[in-house]
């Protein structure tokens, strides 16, 4: 009686088309869920502060401690008061955004992260290079700031032509992309490993000979210890997009003074 | 269908040797792992030593740890798309 164990594959990240198959609006599962947590993100928002108070209590009061986080651990730190007043909508923005959208990956019939595929860390980092590339260019004016970002001061000519390239690259080109792809990545290594977790414990289980059987109390603990590990890392990874953000915004107001 | 995709299913079915992308993964993963010791480290000692600045400290310790480990990651998706 022994199947054959599917491992997951990266055939999981594109499932068939569910609803307007064909069309270019096509939704398969994981754009449901994409759906399901921006709409759960948005009505959880709106159900916290509907009627303001003073004192918060309740849901509001869970909600302004999450916002409280952003602000005094991210923005303040980082940006300072004013500036940090500035970029906070957005940053908190951001950093509610990816939480909540990574927060599927442990729900249980839902399972995947909506980050795991490219597109939605793709437009918020898009959104985190506009944004500091903005408030660089309109602090600096354009060449200043494009000097200022690339060209180290106080090192000999020569060196020049090495460190320009690789500053330009690593300003302009990677950080964007290392935004997108840390975000992505962790997202799906961890969707992969619990659904190896789980399925393993599944083969393990009703499909294995009969020594296996005994692997599955093993394989169901570590799907456990990894559902709390991914845990930390939705939360943690909410936080490093938010915080890398603050800094490349901090690092464009302040290119002068490297 | 995107062209990761269509990448990952070409590489299973013409390799003879498959699991290079593992391979490939457990290389890259040396040096961002020996990186965030190094970071984490350095974080511990300096609130050894001054306490008073532990909440920059570690700002810092995670700024670090997410440069460092973004090498690591994108070695994991470099092994699915190629």
Known sequence: ?258 | MSLSYMAAELAQTTDKVKGYGAVGYGLAAIGPGIGVGIVVGKAIEGIARQPELQGTIRTNMFLGIAFTEALALIGLVAGFIF
């Open chain 1, 1 to 258: 009686m022994a199947g054959e164990f599917h491992a997951p594959s990266l055939s999981d990240f594109f499932p068939p088309a569910v609803l307007f198959g064909g069309t270019p609006f096509e939704l398969n599962r994981l754009m449901l869920v994409r759906i399901i947590m921006a709409a759960v993100l948005i009505a959880v928002m709106l159900l916290a502060f509907r009627s303001p108070k003073l004192v918060p209590r309740g849901l509001q009061n869970v909600a302004e401690y999450g916002l409280v986080f952003v602000r005094e651990q991210i923005c303040f730190e980082v940006l300072g008061k004013e500036s940090g007043k500035k970029y906070f909508p957005l940053i908190a923005s951001i950093f509610f955004a990816v939480l909540f959208l990574n927060f599927s990956s442990i729900v249980p019939f839902l399972n995947i992260s909506s980050n795991a595929r490219i597109g939605m860390p793709l437009v918020l980092a898009v959104v985190a290079y506009i944004t500091f590339n903005f408030v660089g260019i309109k602090k600096y004016g354009f060449w200043k700031y494009m000097r200022s970002s690339i060209v180290v001061p106080d090192v000999p000519w020569a060196m020049h032509i090495l460190l320009i390239p690789i500053e330009f690259i690593s300003t302009f080109i990677l950080r964007p992309f290392t935004l997108t792809v840390r975000l992505m990545a962790n997202m799906l290594a961890g969707h992969v490993m619990l659904v190896l977790f789980f399925s393993a414990t599944q083969f393990f289980l009703f499909d294995g000979a009969a020594w296996m059987k005994g692997l599955s109390p093993f394989s169901l603990a570590g799907g456990f210890a990894f559902t709390l590990f991914e845990m930390l890392v939705i939360f943690l990874q909410a936080y490093v997009f938010a915080l890398l953000t603050a800094v490349y915004i901090g690092l464009a107001q302040h290119a002068d003074s490297h």
